[in-house]
């Protein structure tokens, strides 16, 4: 979990809250990851999320230029 308010991993960083469930007497971690209004590098990369998966856009123009004006 540190890795979020790391600027080298995700930047700009984002703050998450973790909550603790115990089921079946196993302790389960879970995380609500809302959608964010900025668009975010992990890694220094930029991905863009659709139903088949998460896309490294990070090097074309048109696909980051749409990103940040749905953001």
């Keep these: ?12 960083t984002f703050y998450l809250a973790v909550e603790e469930a115990e089921i079946d ?4 971690l879970y995380i609500n990851v809302p ?4 668009v975010h590098r992990c890694k220094g990369k930029i991905l863009d999320r659709n139903e088949d998966g998460d896309f490294d856009i990070t090097n074309n123009t048109n696909l980051v ?7």
């Design 1 to 12: 979990m540190t890795s979020l308010n790391n600027p080298q991993i995700l930047s700009p």
């Design 25 to 28: 007497g196993k302790v389960i």
């Design 65 to 71: 230029s749409r990103l940040y004006m749905r953001k």
């Design 35 to 38: 959608e964010s209004s900025q």
